[in-house]
Structures are given as structure tokens and as C-alpha cells.
């Protein structure tokens, strides 16, 4: 259910209310009595799974999102499985 947005013409009130597409707009203000109007908000959203930018783009080395380090400063590791220690791909 959407989130929506009102404010009071006379008391300025501003508020949010948790309504069904089939809901009536709220028409009074909570607060003075007073007529209120739907304000026009931008509504925020996640593109989630695989085929979007954060997922599969963001990083052309293809590693982990995390900035560990390794301290004896030696290579990669195994091109196919991004393990550091894999004998099965070697």
C-alpha cells in the first residue's frame, strides 16, 4: 500500500497516511478541521537480483563488495572461482 501525502491549506499541517489505491482521499485536517490538499511526493525504489548495475556492473574485477585486504600481498587467485587456495580449478 502506498504512502501518501497531505498538508493543511490553513494550518500548514503536513502529514502522511497509509491508504489502498481504492481508498477516498483524506479530505480534513487531523490537527484543525481544515481542508487539506494531496501533495505530490517522489516515491524511492530498489532494483533488486541479478541484471541490474549494483549487482553485476559495479565492479569490472568482478570481486566482493567489501574492502578486505590481504596482508601477504599475493595474487588474485583463481580466475574462475575467485578463491585464493582452490586446487580443483587449477
Not at 30 to 54: A, H, Q
Request: proline share 3%.
Amino acid at each position: 500500500m502506498p504512502i501518501y501525502e497531505y498538508k493543511c491549506t490553513s494550518c500548514g499541517y503536513r502529514f502522511e497516511k497509509l491508504q489502498s489505491f481504492h481508498d477516498e482521499p483524506v479530505k480534513v485536517c487531523p490537527k484543525c478541521g481544515g481542508e487539506v490538499k494531496k501533495l505530490i511526493s517522489r516515491s524511492s525504489f530498489i532494483l533488486k537480483g541479478s541484471g541490474w548495475y549494483v549487482t553485476d556492473y559495479a565492479r569490472k574485477d568482478g570481486g566482493n563488495t567489501g574492502s578486505s585486504s590481504d596482508s601477504s600481498g599475493s595474487s588474485k587467485g583463481c580466475s574462475t572461482c575467485s578463491s585464493k587456495n582452490c586446487s580443483s580449478c587449477s
